[in-house]
Every structure is written in structure tokens, then in C-alpha cells.
């Protein structure tokens, strides 16, 4: 099955400055609970790759971030929108697993043996591209979040090819156009 990465802050869940310690914290950004449920019924399996360093900095614990993931998880399955792994790099420091690295996200490929290349990585931050470059996988800039602010500073030379969008539901729409069009071009049986 087709894999699709997604950031969670930003991107799936309105970023707050304080963190998201809590579910009551948990805010969908408009239409991304939609625009995965559209890649769960276009065959996509979708995960999450988050850094929460708060639980290390000792900001929030485990038991409550995982209490906040599975709201999410309940938030998102009740628009019919089905999220497989949320995978958390909870570290302070940066670590080979820790976005700007690749770490994660090929944790996550391994996990669904999904291929690099077929795998786009949603972002809104340069972190995100530059971990999405480093695994080889295909990178989305979305301007919700701290994306608009992302493209203003500039993005690194080397992330590029970046394909940017206005949120989430513009990015699945795109791609999942992109794939109907190869198959309209592929040669028939
Ligand atoms: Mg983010």
C-alpha cells in the first residue's frame, strides 16, 4: 500500500505556542481530517512524524502526549479519516532521528516498507524538507502553520524540487491528480 508522511503541527493540527499538552489543546486545520480520509480512499496508508521535545525539556510526559495522540487519532476517525503510526521524537537535542534527520521518517518507511521515493513528506517548516531530502522522499511545503513564514525566510537550495500548497487538502488534491494523470499516459495492457 502507498504510504503519504505528514508533520503534525501545522500541518494536521493548528500549531499553539505553548504546545498541545492536552487534547482540549487539539485544533484540525480546516479540511486536512477531509483530504486524508481522500487518501485513505485512494489506497494511501497515512502516518504522522512529530518532534515533541516537551516531553524531554519536561514541559508535558509521556502519558500525556500519548493521550493527546489518540484523541487526535479518535478527532480524525470520526471525519472518517484514518491515521496509522504517529511516530514522536521526544528528544531535546538533536539526535539521527530528530527532524532536521532523517531518522524517523525511515522508521517509517521501514515500518510500512514503503519506498522513499513514492512517499511525499508534508511540512511547514524547512526542518521538514530537510528530513523529507535526507530519507529521499518526494517534499510538500503547506503555507498553513509557520509555512508562509518558511517561504518568506527562503528555503534551502538543495530541498528543492518543493512543491508548495495553500494547506493540506490543496497538496492530496494535487498529488492525487498528479497520479491519475500517469495513469491516464501509461501505456495499456
Ligand atoms: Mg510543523
Redesign the pocket.
Known sequence: MPLFLL?????VVV?RKDNIKAPAGLKLIAGAAEAIARLNGAGFDVAIC??QPEVARGAMSQAELDAVHEALTSMLAAKGARIGRILCCTCECKTPRMKPAAGMLREALATYGARAADTPFV???VD?LKAAFHAGCPRILVRT???RRALEDGLPQYVEPVAVHDDLAAAVDAHLRNLAGRRDISPGP
Open positions: 508533520d503534525r503541527d501545522g500541518v500549531n512529530t518532534n511540512g511547514d517548516q521538514d502553520g509557520l509555512g
